[in-house]
Structure formats: structure tokens, C-alpha cells
DNA sequence: TCAAAAGTGTTAAGTTTACACCCATGA
DNA sequence: TCATGGGTGTAAACTTAACACTTTTGA
């Protein structure tokens, strides 16, 4: 023992991850089985110790690369979490993390391993300790953060339409919208650009494909939706 | 050693506090001087760490009992700081908690007994570790809160004016804003009652004393500032 | 009597909402 | 040929912002 601290305590710390993803219409998170007793086999989020030489963000990150071989995503943390009793193995302080991924990014083998799969948000059982609350929390955040920020576009493939960018705010906000005000608002953006590509898998006449230039964005950054 | 977890590390966790005040029109902090080495004398956040019985939030609530000798105070979870060498002396996570309180609440003696003092919130000195960041989120969640939710009640005295309630949202949000505009709004708030007594402190002639009635608040939370 | 803060309405500008039809295509 | 989703503009309602003078009173 060589710290400063020695008189004090020290707590397992661990971080959860609550993963969104789009697909069919659908804000959905992803939702595993427990892997460790207590509560073996129980639904759960996926999560992790945080380890010594790593920063808690790190671990966030270690864990969704364990999870899904995608790196860089896009991440904010939701909170640490730390009732005495809310683990019922040992004590354990867990922070959580939310994840925006394209759910064609996430290969269907992966996801078969790790016994996880995509749950409907308004549907989401009952899950192992607090991780109710975390994803409760996490899309509190999440709705606040994506009307004020351009970070749909990480639940998105890089080209997309606008029906497909509408059902996605629809999803999160829990409101249809009308198409010619989303529309408008979106002209008004000049960061989602129209590629000359169009979609055909959505419709028989097609919808063009837009994209999302961060470049453009960074230059001016009036995003509102 | 009796826990499901044995394989992996524990931490030391603190909790560190961003405490607000507002005063002769400024927005504050509670800063203080580090008690303990490393950086023993250094300007710190007030701080401690979580004992083994008591939640984070707990943990909180008693370093801020401790400090302030108060009860109750508002507070709110700005987020879990884990950089692996963010403490100097030792591997240490910390949870950083933002506070309201009314700075005549907090007496003197005690102020001077802990050897803190209120710096406004533009002034803030190079701080111990990551707590100038932890400063800055605190800010930002705080500005989007009271912008949202009645919290702004925390920082004023039971009875105030007016002027006193817009001066506090003008140190808030960096702007000033007009006072008929911002009298109209206050106006379509029921729950901001106005009494009939009168303070004269503040002006010759007298200013009306309101009063944030709770009750009335919840059965329509029509806040908006 | 005057300096200093309290109190009070109206109008223009801007934003948001509501709303309906034609188009292109594959089945 | 028809069912399906893609694409487009305007007007009314509402919200926000700009703006100036009178009142009260203690020094």
C-alpha cells in the first residue's frame, strides 16, 4: 500500500452500457443475459469492471468494443449509480454510459455470442438491479440531447432519407411529426446535404439519400429539430 | 473476503460539491483550500470520500451537512469524473454533485471555521485536479435546469422581489433581459405568488415580496423562464 | 427636489402549426 | 391501374422581442 488515502474505502466500480439503435421504425436497446451470479441468466445491460489502468471512459469504450468490434462510438455518460444495496452480490458503484450505434453496423454473429438483443424501448422488461432506472435515465438524456444536437445521425447509415431521419425523431420523441414542417426545418440545415443517390428500397419511386457533413455543421452550428 | 466480484480492482470514490450562491447579483461558488496531500493548500472543490454505509448520494448530502451544517439542500449529479490520473496522490473516481443553497442559510463561522468563500462564478481560479471541469458541467446543467424547473427558489430567500428573481436568471444565463418581458412571464406563473408585504431594502420606494408556493406548482408545472 | 428602483402595455417580428394535393413507380 | 411512399407551399395562430414613461420615497 502505497497511496495517500489509505484510511478510506474502496468500491468495485463498474460501467453499463444502454446501446441504441434504429431499425424498422423502431428506438430499440440492446439487451443481454447476465453472465455472472448473482442473477446468472437474468436480462441485463451489458456492462464491466473498470480496471486499474484505465479511466472509466475507457472502460465504457473497452466494453462496447467487447460487445459490438465498433470503435469510435458515440457515447455520454448517464450517471453514476451507487445505492449501497442496488447490487445484490457485493457492493458495486456503476456508471453508466449511453450509445448511439447503426444497427447495420452491428454483424447479427456478434450478437448471437453474446446472447443480446434489440428490445423496443417501450417495451424493455424488467432488468437485473437498477439498469431500469439507468435506461430510463439514459433516454431522458438522450431525447434532450438529440432535439438539441446533431447526433441522430449516429443511430443512421451515412446516407439516409428524410423519412427515414422523421420516424427516427418520431421514435425518440414519441410523436409523429408533419412531413412538410420536418421538412422545411431541415432545408433550413445546410449540413444535411442531398446526395444525387436515391433509395429505392424504401418505395417504388424512390427518396433521395441525404447525408450528414460535420464539416458544414461545425461552420454553423444551428441544429434544431 | 466474502464477494461474488474477487477478481477485479476496487477504487477510492469521493464526491466533490459545486456549490451555488447568489449574491449582490452574482452567481457563486463555494471554493475552498485542500485539507488533506497531496496539494495540501491548493483551491479545491469541497469534497469527501464514500464510506462503505452510505450511498453516493448520501456521501453527498453528509459532506454538505458538514460543511454547511444544512439539511435538504437541492443538489443534483453532474457526473462521475474517473481519469486514471486525475487525483495526483492516488488513483481516486469521483462523483461531482452540484448544490443551491441561500447564502444567508450558510453562517459565517462556519464559513470561516472550513475556510471557504464564495468566488463568482467568472472568477474562478485554477482549481485542484479536474474540479475546474467539474465546475463548468455543473454550470451548464445547472443553466439548462433553471431554465426548465423551478430550481432558481433554491438560491433566493423564502420572500423576494422581482428584481431580485430576474437579476439571478440575468448572473445565470450571462444576459441581461427586460423587465416587462420578464414580469409578463412571471405573471402567467400562478405558483410565483405575490404577498403583501413590501421590501425595503433594496429601493426607496419598495418593492412587493413573492413567494414560490410548491403546492400550486405541482397541480400545473407550467415553468418556463 | 431629485436620484434610484418599482411598476406597467402595446406593437412588430418571428416562429410554429395546420393543412391537401400531385408524382413516380412496381406489382 | 392502383396502391404506396415521395415530394411540395401558404396562411393563421401563437410566441417572442423591442420599446418609454410614471410612481414612490428617502436622502
Same mark, same amino acid.
Given at each position: 500500500?502505497?497511496?495517500?488515502?489509505?484510511?478510506? =474505502?474502496?468500491?468495485? @466500480?463498474?460501467?453499463?452500457?444502454?446501446?441504441?439503435?434504429?431499425? #424498422?421504425?423502431?428506438?430499440? +436497446?440492446?439487451?443481454?443475459?447476465?453472465?455472472?451470479?448473482?442473477?446468472?441468466?437474468?436480462?441485463?445491460?451489458? !456492462?464491466?469492471?473498470?480496471?486499474?489502468?484505465? =479511466?472509466?471512459?475507457?472502460?465504457?469504450?473497452?466494453?462496447?468494443?467487447?460487445?459490438? !468490434?465498433?470503435?469510435?462510438?458515440?457515447?455520454?455518460? @448517464?450517471?453514476?449509480?451507487?445505492? @449501497?444495496?442496488?447490487?445484490?452480490?457485493?457492493? &458495486?458503484?456503476?456508471? /453508466?454510459?449511453?450509445?448511439?450505434?447503426?444497427?447495420?453496423?452491428?454483424?447479427?454473429?456478434?450478437?448471437?455470442?453474446?446472447? +443480446?438483443?434489440? @428490445?423496443?424501448?417501450?417495451?424493455?422488461? $424488467?432488468?437485473? =438491479?437498477?439498469?431500469?432506472?439507468? &435506461?430510463?435515465?439514459?433516454? #431522458?438524456?438522450?431525447?434532450?440531447?438529440?432535439?438539441?444536437?446533431?447526433?441522430?445521425?449516429?443511430?443512421?447509415?451515412?446516407?439516409? $432519407?428524410? $423519412?427515414?431521419?422523421?420516424?427516427?425523431?418520431? /421514435?425518440? *420523441?414519441?410523436?409523429? +411529426?408533419?412531413?412538410?414542417?420536418?421538412?422545411?426545418?431541415?432545408?433550413?440545415?445546410?449540413?444535411?446535404?442531398? $446526395? *444525387?443517390?436515391?433509395? #429505392?428500397?424504401?418505395?417504388?419511386?424512390?427518396?433521395?439519400?441525404?447525408?450528414?457533413? #460535420?464539416?458544414?455543421?461545425?461552420?454553423?452550428?444551428?441544429?434544431?429539430?
Amino acid at each position: 500500500m502505497t497511496g495517500y488515502y489509505q484510511e478510506y =474505502s474502496k468500491f468495485l @466500480v463498474a460501467v453499463d452500457c444502454i446501446i441504441f439503435g434504429f431499425d #424498422k421504425g423502431e428506438l430499440r +436497446v440492446l439487451i443481454g443475459k447476465r453472465k455472472l451470479n448473482p442473477g446468472c441468466g437474468q436480462r441485463s445491460l451489458y !456492462g464491466g469492471f473498470v480496471r486499474e489502468d484505465e =479511466s472509466i471512459e475507457e472502460a465504457a469504450n473497452r466494453v462496447l468494443y467487447q460487445l459490438t !468490434g465498433l470503435d469510435h462510438i458515440f457515447m455520454r455518460q @448517464v450517471g453514476a449509480f451507487g445505492n @449501497v444495496n442496488r447490487d445484490p452480490g457485493e457492493r &458495486v458503484i456503476s456508471i /453508466a454510459y449511453y450509445a448511439l450505434i447503426n444497427v447495420n453496423d452491428y454483424s447479427q454473429s456478434l450478437q448471437k455470442q453474446h446472447e +443480446v438483443e434489440w @428490445v423496443n424501448i417501450n417495451e424493455i422488461p $424488467t432488468l437485473y =438491479s437498477d439498469h431500469n432506472l439507468m &435506461v430510463k435515465k439514459a433516454r #431522458k438524456m438522450m431525447k434532450e440531447k438529440i432535439s438539441r444536437e446533431p447526433i441522430s445521425f449516429n443511430l443512421l447509415p451515412e446516407l439516409f $432519407t428524410l $423519412t427515414q431521419l422523421q420516424r427516427l425523431y418520431e /421514435a425518440v *420523441n414519441g410523436e409523429i +411529426v408533419d412531413k412538410r414542417n420536418f421538412r422545411k426545418r431541415i432545408k433550413e440545415m445546410d449540413f444535411i446535404e442531398k $446526395t *444525387n443517390k436515391i433509395d #429505392k428500397t424504401g418505395s417504388k419511386r424512390g427518396a433521395y439519400l441525404y447525408r450528414f457533413n #460535420k464539416t458544414t455543421y461545425e461552420e454553423d452550428p444551428n441544429f434544431k429539430l
